[in-house]
């Protein structure tokens, strides 16, 4: 009965011995790709959170620098304005403006920039010869002979117009970078990498920096890059032509990529070892069950050691999250949170264990709740590997407010592809956004000052020019009536010569609340045109209605009865000229001001505190006693 049993029993043997090689062989692997994925993945993070700080820097700088006024403000002022935005940007060598020529114009680390020119740079050539760059990372360079390695990060200044003017360049220590991968205990003969995607090495850890900006245009992970932006293969290295395990990952949306490679015979030293065990096994079972036993436990043996080497890996990983000063999340689909990094109770004032296991909905302000739902939708349905960053608000425990920034990865299910939970990344960014809000005040604030007429508060003379064409414009496409108003201060130089200019200053005023009080429908303009004189702009309205609302101006200036002993009345007056078109493609604003300035020389000839309207087929003229034709 045994012999027919025995070769059937040793093939079933033989085959399940395969099996476990080979299964044993791929769970080696395995671990080195998912060890080499994360390591990766940490470092693409760090280096996109770096790159992105500085691209936020610049264009903070960029903005602040097109504000008016802004080179000849105070230093201090202008510094802040200019470079607020950088401080706490890891591992940044500086920050400056240059000129179309190349010169330093501003640098963040002095209110006098030194003297320098950067115009044979490449990132300045780039930007200069290609208006559509945008962000440019540059090839490693020193900023000194002898010095540390760098690169630069820019952005073109365009003037109003497109044309060049400049750039915005910051640069990154590489040896920072260095730091992020020390921190990483590497395996023995692995290394990471970082690459332009045109070949040229940013960075090699471990290295003495030898290969620092060299290039290497047959790479395999760039053309892998091409076809998936992540992912990992084995092929032998151009550098040590050592058979590796490679893990790419591009960093952001930038143009670089992140490996990490491993030596294959480290990958399979303990397979292989194990690999020869079982073959032995499958020998010495054919005589000896007790060793096969013996083998089995020493297997088993090994996954222990296996599962020990895989938690102290996760413990790396978590040490690595205990000690980070950005907090790292781990929220379930369901928006439980799972996990919270220590840095929760320095930015939030939370300790972890009071938001593990807790809702994280309750925490946001309810105005924003509604982007990150979004946002976890989002992540739900896009393919892994997928961050999107978010900015929004989430209340301290203090019950303040406070803004942050998230950098959110969906984590998938190998097995089954389903999702288990989200990984977030989150920073404090409330001084930041205070400066923006800042920025934007003041921005407006001179915007407002450069429309508005100083001394009386209505628009002032360029306001009036732009909103008059603006007006115009609609009216040629609507064919509705364009009224226009020109009103003068009767007397006004006698009024200064009799009461002074302070006191003309305050009828000037008057008169401009008045004029704006009564012209106030949308799209009403009042304005002052200069010296005494002043205009509004009455959209929509034919002349009927315009001499309606000059007559209610006439009579409410009248009864303000401000004395004037030297007008025929006693009292401040006004003459108005009133003229009214509808507009024609082929004519312009001009003739209207004319028109208008021509009713009110009328009126003035006239005998004054009247209205004069222009009109093509008669002249209308108020009388004491009203509109006479």
């Known amino acids: 009965m045994l012999l027919p049993i025995g070769p059937i029993l040793l093939n079933v043997l033989a085959f399940g011995a395969l099996w476990v090689i080979v299964d044993a ?28 700080s500085v691209d936020l820097s610049l264009q903070a700088a960029i903005q602040a620098r097109a504000l008016p006024g802004i080179g000849s403000a ?13 401080a706490g940007v890891p591992y940044l060598g500086g920050l400056m ?38 962000l440019y990372i540059s090839r490693p360079f020193r900023r000194m002979p002898g010095g540390d390695w760098v ?11 497109g044309r060049f003017i400049g750039v915005a360049a910051g640069t990154l220590k590489l040896a920072g970078f260095a730091d992020i991968v020390r921190g990483l205990r590497l395996g023995e003969r692995s290394a990471v990498t970082v690459l332009r995607t045109d070949g040229t090495i940013i960075a090699r850890f471990p290295s003495d920096g030898s290969l620092t900006g060299t290039r290497l245009p047959n790479s395999r992970v760039l053309a892998r890059l091409s076809a ?25 949306d930038y143009p670089l990529v992140a490996v990490t490679t491993v030596p294959l015979d480290t990958v399979y030293a303990a397979w292989f070892g194990k690999a020869l065990q079982v073959a032995a096994v499958v020998v010495a079972l054919g005589g000896s069950a007790m060793l096969l036993v013996m083998l089995l436990r020493r297997e088993v043996a090994q996954r222990d050691v296996a599962e020990r080497t895989a938690r102290a890996s996760e413990e790396q990983y978590r040490a690595l999250a205990e000690h980070a000063s950005d907090v790292i999340l781990r929220i379930g689909m369901d928006l439980i949170c799972r996990y919270v990094s220590p840095a929760a109770l320095s930015i939030g004032g939370y300790h972890p264990e009071e938001v593990v296991g807790q809702p994280c909905l309750p925490l946001l302000h309810p105005d924003d709740r509604p982007v990150v739902l979004q946002m976890f939708e989002r992540l739900r349905h896009e393919r892994a590997g997928l961050q999107v960053t978010s900015i929004y608000r989430i209340f301290h425990k203090n019950g303040s407010i406070i803004w942050i920034e998230t950098h959110s990865s969906l984590i998938r299910n190998l097995l089954t592809g389903e999702a288990e939970e989200i990984v977030t990344i989150a920073r404090d ?50 064919g509705q009536p364009l009224s226009l108003l020109m009103l003068d201060v ?15 200053d305050e009828v000037l005023r008057v008169v401009a609340r008045t004029i704006g009080g009564i012209a106030r429908r949308p799209g009403d303009v009042a304005a002052r045109y200069g010296g005494e004189e002043f205009a509004a702009i009455l959209p929509d309205t034919p002349a009927e209605g315009a001499v309606q609302v000059a007559d209610a101006i006439l009579d409410a200036v009248a009864a303000c009865r401000i004395p004037h002993d030297r007008s025929g009345t006693g009292t401040v007056t006004i003459s108005v000229g009133v003229a009214t078109a509808i507009p024609a493609k082929d004519a312009s604003a001009v003739a209207l001001v004319s028109r208008a300035d021509r009713a009110l020389y009328g009126a003035k000839a006239q005998g004054r505190n009247r209205i004069v309207c222009f009109e093509t087929a008669d002249w209308r003229e108020r009388a004491a006693n009203g509109i006479a034709p």
């Open 25 to 52: 062989r791929n769970q080696a692997r395995d671990r080195a790709v998912l060890e080499a994925a994360n390591l990766t993945t940490l470092v693409e993070r760090e280096i996109a959170r770096s790159i992105g």
């Open 74 to 86: 105070d230093p201090a002022i202008r510094q802040a304005a200019l470079f607020g935005g950088a």
């Open 97 to 134: 403006i240059t000129n179309a020529a190349g010169d330093r114009v501003y640098e963040a680390a002095t209110a006098v920039a030194r003297p320098g020119n950067v115009s044979e740079r490449d990132y300045f050539l780039v930007q200069r010869e290609r208006p559509d760059a945008g």
């Open 151 to 161: 690169i630069a990060i820019s952005r073109r200044l365009p003037s109003p117009d």
């Open 228 to 252: 998936t932006p992540s992912g990992e293969f084995e092929d032998v290295s151009v550098i040590d032509r050592m058979p590796r395990l490679y893990a790419y990952r591009q960093i952001g």
């Open 429 to 478: 960014i409330t001084a930041r956004k205070h400066t923006e809000d800042a920025l934007a005040a003041a921005s407006d604030e001179l915007a407002r000052q450069a429309t508005t007429d100083a001394l009386t508060g209505v628009a002032n003379r360029r306001q009036f020019d732009a909103r008059l064409d603006q007006e115009w414009s609609r009216a040629v496409r609507s």
């Open 490 to 504: 009767d007397h006004f130089k006698l009024y200064n010569d009799r009461y002074g200019h302070q006191r003309g």
